[in-house]
T-cell receptor, first 111, second 115 residues
Framework: DAKTTQPNSMESNEEEPVHLPCNHS???????IHWYRQLPSQGPEYVIHGLTSNVNNRMASLAIAEDRKSSTLILHRATLRDAAVYYCILRRTGANSKLTFGKGITLSVRP | DSGVTQTPKHLITATGQRVTLRCSPRSGDLSVYWYQQSLDQGLQFLIQYYNGEERAKGNILERFSAQQFPDLHSELNLSSLELGDSALYFCASSVGSEGATYEQYFGPGTRLTVT
């Protein structure tokens, strides 16, 4: 599986936008970029995924670089409930659908 | 609520014992995955079943086994337990087995403590 690199941690203020970066310089053309998050004491939950174009859903936006070697998860207005570990994961078309988690980025949100 | 249920929520047992963790997937999902989360190893994929058949194996010890039943619920059996098996065990489900776009829905986990 291609590898992703994320900062260990980030801090943000409540009600401000948050940009969580992910580098994936060895991404292949058939790799989808997925984001999951894990709130304290809960199982991971799906956030968003994309292939080439930027994507929006009710939880977040995903901005994908033109060369696809990096992406950014954008939370438009952070809330205290968004404090979690965010995982950037690559999933290859046609491959088994298991998830390979890295260390993720721990997001802290200040009131 | 993801729709995935896991029982029990907590389990405390002694070394050398055997336990069974149970998972019911979301309605309509055919794939079940098991993951282990420990402080030192992070979240690791153990095994996947799709419609009753094993589809993929990850870092699953020989002391561990799993199965998926005709009603699609799954059980993870852990035997000859060691202190290092203490961890959170998550079950997840998805509609399909392969492919890069299926979301996985995770249950709340079973916290296993081996004393």
């Amino acid at each position: 599986d291609a590898k992703t690199t994320q900062p260990n941690s980030m801090e943000s203020n409540e009600e401000e936008p948050v940009h969580l970066p992910c580098n994936h310089s060895t991404i292949s053309g058939t790799d989808y970029i997925h984001w999951y998050r894990q709130l304290p004491s809960q199982g991971p939950e799906y956030v968003i995924h994309g292939l080439t174009s930027n994507v929006n859903n009710r939880m977040a936006s995903l901005a994908i670089a033109e060369d696809r070697k990096s992406s950014t998860l954008i939370l438009h207005r952070a809330t205290l409930r968004d404090a979690a570990v965010y995982y950037c994961i690559l999933r290859r078309t046609g491959a088994n659908s298991k998830l390979t988690f890295g260390k993720g980025i721990t997001l802290s949100v200040r009131p | 609520d993801s729709g995935v249920t896991q029982t029990p929520k907590h389990l405390i047992t002694a070394t050398g014992q055997r336990v069974t963790l149970r998972c019911s997937p979301r309605s309509g999902d055919l794939s079940v995955y098991w993951y282990q989360q420990s402080l030192d190893q992070g979240l690791q994929f153990l095994i996947q079943y799709y419609n009753g058949e094993e589809r993929a194996k990850g870092n699953i010890l020989e002391r561990f086994s799993a199965q998926q039943f005709p009603d699609l619920h799954s059980e993870l059996n852990l035997s000859s337990l060691e202190l290092g098996d203490s961890a959170l065990y998550f079950c997840a489900s998805s509609v399909g087995s392969e492919g890069a776009t299926y979301e996985q829905y995770f249950g709340p986990g079973t916290r296993l403590t081996v004393t």
